[in-house]
């Protein structure tokens, strides 16, 4: 069984570009969620995909958007960077809506840097 | 608005002896979850603990234990005969049975010393 992956590991971009992470969730999984996690903080809900569909947002401006396509693979997408946008996004993967009932399954974390 | 709250920064535990992190959360809902997660330095979160809300008892698994207090809203977690394998960041999380959202509390730096 493979698990959660996310790639790049590391990115550096500069103020004004636009950034697409990519996460491949785990065999069997079709729910996947995306969090930011700023340095020496929590991780933050940015949004969860279920069957392609955005599936709840948290408090992130429009210019984050996501995809989901039908192998359940998803992608996150940031337009007009901010030098605070720097963190890691971690990507996780469960089966069926709501974590509550399903555990989530987290990939290592892509690293941006916005310079 | 949910919060949780992890008050404890950092920590630290000799091999073999027993830590307790703490951790307070705030809701209005009666059906939620509630969960550790442990993320190693560099490596990835795992999911240490979850407790359900409607559960009296108290969850347990293996060396990893909570005190769940309902009316208090705490949840703490016990790790017993700590293991140089347990230093990491240490995350509380809470999620309400009808959301998919996990909300986090900052994290507590545990290190286990030799």
């Known amino acids: 069984e493979t698990g959660v992956t996310q790639s790049p590991t590391h990115l550096i971009k500069t103020r004004g570009q636009q950034v697409t992470l990519r996460c491949s969730s785990q065999?069997?999984?079709?729910?996947v969620s995306w969090y930011q996690q700023a340095l020496g903080q929590g991780p933050q809900f940015i949004f969860q995909?279920?069957?392609?569909?955005?599936?709840g947002r948290g408090n992130f401006p429009p210019r984050f958007s996501g995809l989901q396509f039908p192998n359940y693979s998803s992608e996150l997408n940031v337009n007009a960077l901010e030098l605070d946008d720097s963190a890691l996004y971690l990507c996780?993967?469960?089966?069926?809506?709501?974590?509550?009932?399903?555990?989530?399954?987290f990939g290592p974390g892509t690293r941006l840097t916005v310079l | 608005a949910q919060t949780v709250t992890q008050s404890q920064p950092e920590m630290s535990v000799q091999e073999a002896e027993t830590v307790t992190l703490s951790c307070t959360y705030d809701?209005?809902?009666?059906?939620?979850?509630l969960f550790w997660y442990k993320q190693p330095p560099s490596r990835q979160m795992i999911l240490v603990i979850r407790?359900?809300?409607?559960?009296?008892q108290n969850a347990t698994e293996n060396r990893f234990s909570v005190n769940f207090q309902k009316a208090a809203k705490s949840f703490s977690l016990k790790i017993s005969d700590s293991q140089l394998g347990d230093t990491a960041m240490y995350f509380c999380?809470?999620?309400?049975?009808?959301?998919?959202?996990?909300?986090f509390g900052k994290g507590t730096k545990l290190t286990v010393n030799p």
């Open positions: 996780a993967s469960s089966s069926g809506q709501g974590a509550g009932y399903n555990e989530q399954f």
């Open positions: 407790q359900e809300a409607y559960k009296q």
């Open positions: 995909y279920y069957r392609e569909e955005e599936n």
């Open positions: 999380a809470f999620i309400d049975g009808g959301s998919e959202k996990l909300v």
């Open positions: 065999s069997g999984h079709n729910t």
């Open positions: 809701t209005s809902e009666s059906n939620y979850y």
